[in-house]
């Protein structure tokens, strides 16, 4: 697949990928709705406080989490085309009650639930992988992220505008945030009558069970269990910071670490009774696959999705402080590193597809993470200021390259279960950065950096020991075993191979 292929929008495998990126994007524009009109929503509303706004961004990310992983699920189950209208369409109700609600438990419970919109990422990451064949997935996946996750820079640009200009009044910045949700209702039934699951012809694998990720062996299983513990590990600590602004009532945090760990227990519990029964049984040789290449990629979305997300929301007030620049001048300078995104990923997920090795291409990728942040860690006010906006796009390249290439190498560890292994990595991913933010409270904005080097070093290594050229990484068809065959329903049994992108064309 080149560039020029995206422009044959009436090939139906293009027409796809655009429809999916457009809801991608607009899930971005729906959840970061309020950081660009937080000063104007404070103005408004006189008992809104920055405390306020710091709890509600917090709650934003809160359920994005666990969402990924339930619609992980629930998308190898249903597919993609319904999983994502249901979710946009749901989505808008929170949007509506949060920009039209008055009192702070409206605020709060409204975002905490608009922050499963998160979620969206992993839909497309399954749609794309339908209509691809292993040779052009990584380009493919990387134009689908890339150009969604520029939905945030979007907001930041477009909303206050909408807000302050084109509405004006008290009430703009409400009429501009229900204008998300407005666009998300709409989408919903749009997507849902213009896309499909699959190409004509060609079966959608689903897992046995959906209810957890089924795994290979015995050890497998126990490592399934170990990584599952940090989801919901992450969410103690979001709480824990929650807790910190005094905000919520005395037994707010009680409830949640102990709801927490009722959960941990149960979704053990469904781990145990999907998998026990089927490593009882034996796994065909044929259809196993190694839990080690999942964790490799978890570790990578945590080191390079993690700090992105943890860089951006630091890098304005880095960037004014070390290098006296106003607010405005800062902003543009650290909104670079979210721009790059629109060419940066799609170019990790090309070379991925190009270069012999998928894994080679990531462990550059990492190592230039890690010299990336490990030169910004040197950035002081004696830096010249060129030289560090230099380096700053240069390790977003990396950073942002390498979310590219993780996501070329997701579809093909098992394509049933593409779903749930990319509910797990993107969920990671949010665990990065909520991980490195509690971090950045405690140490300097040049510590940080080497923190993050750090992460990537411990990626780089997992990757290094653990993660294995996927097969047939640069094929026509993905892998399929006899328990894939086995599982497709009888009326789409016909040639159940992904082509390439000719013959997805409309007939």
């Given at each position: 697949m080149k560039v020029v292929d995206l422009f044959k929008v009436k090939n139906e495998s293009i027409k796809v990928l655009h429809l999916t990126m457009i809801a991608f994007f607009i899930t971005f524009v729906t959840w970061f709705n309020m950081a660009p009109l937080a000063t104007t929503m404070i103005s408004d509303m006189g008992w809104l406080t920055k405390e306020h706004i710091a709890v509600l961004g917090l709650l934003n990310v809160a359920l994005t989490v666990p969402a990924r992983i339930i619609i992980g699920s629930l998308l190898d189950r249903f597919g993609p085309r319904k999983v994502f209208s249901i979710l946009l369409v749901t989505m808008s109700i929170p949007t509506f009650v949060f920009a039209f609600g008055d009192g702070w438990a409206q605020l709060a419970i409204s975002r905490l639930l608009l922050s499963s919109i998160g979620a969206g990422f992993v839909i497309g990451i399954r749609m794309v992988s339908e209509?691809?064949?292993p040779?052009?997935?990584?380009?493919?996946?990387?134009?689908?992220?890339?150009?969604?996750?520029?939905g945030s820079a979007f907001a930041a640009m477009t909303l206050p505008w909408v807000a302050l200009t084109l509405i004006g009044g008290d009430n703009g910045w409400r009429y501009a945030i229900a204008t998300t949700g407005l666009i998300c209702l709409i989408y919903g039934f749009i997507y849902y009558a213009l896309v499909k699951d699959t190409p004509e012809n060609k079966a959608y694998f689903k897992p046995k069970k959906s209810s957890a990720l089924e795994v290979s062996s015995w050890g497998d299983l126990v490592q399934l269990i170990l990584w599952t513990i940090p989801l919901v590990s992450v969410l103690a600590l979001l709480t824990w910071r929650i807790d910190k602004?005094?905000?919520?009532s005395a037994s707010f945090s009680t409830i949640v670490y102990i709801v927490l760990g009722l959960v941990l227990v149960?979704?053990?519990?469904?781990i145990l009774q999907v998998n026990v029964p089927i490593l009882k049984k034996g796994v065909p040789e044929d259809d196993r696959y190694k839990f080690k290449n999942v964790a490799a990629l978890n570790t990578t979305y945590f080191a390079n999705f993690g700090a992105e997300l943890a860089v951006v929301s630091m890098l304005p007030m880095f960037f004014q402080t070390t290098f006296s620049l106003s607010p405005t001048a800062a902003g543009l300078i650290a909104s670079t590193f979210a721009f790059v995104n629109l060419f940066a990923r799609p170019l990790g997920g090309y070379l991925s597809d190009r270069l012999k090795s998928r894994k080679q291409v990531m462990l550059v990728y990492m190592g230039g993470i890690v010299l990336g942040f490990l030169s910004m860690g040197l950035m002081t006010e004696s830096f010249p200021l060129v030289a560090a906006v230099a380096l700053t796009i240069l390790t977003s390249m990396f950073v942002q390259g390498a979310e590219g290439s993780t996501f070329a190498i997701i579809p093909m560890i098992k394509k049933r279960v593409t779903g749930q292994i990319a509910g797990m990595a993107g969920a990671y991913g949010n665990v990065g950065a909520l991980t490195y933010l509690t971090i950045l409270t405690f140490v300097t904005p040049q510590q940080f950096f080497f923190v993050l080097a750090g992460g990537a070093v411990l990626s780089f290594l997992s990757c290094a020991l653990l993660l294995e050229e996927p097969?047939?990484?640069h094929g026509d068809e993905y892998v399929l075993s006899s328990v894939d065959r086995a599982l497709t329903q009888p009326s789409a049994a016909s040639p159940s191979v992904i082509r390439d992108l000719p013959a997805a064309s409309t007939k």
């Open positions: 209509w691809f064949p040779k052009s997935i990584g380009f493919a996946e990387g134009f689908y992220a890339g150009w969604g996750n520029f602004f005094d905000l919520l149960y979704q053990v519990i469904r097969k047939n990484a």
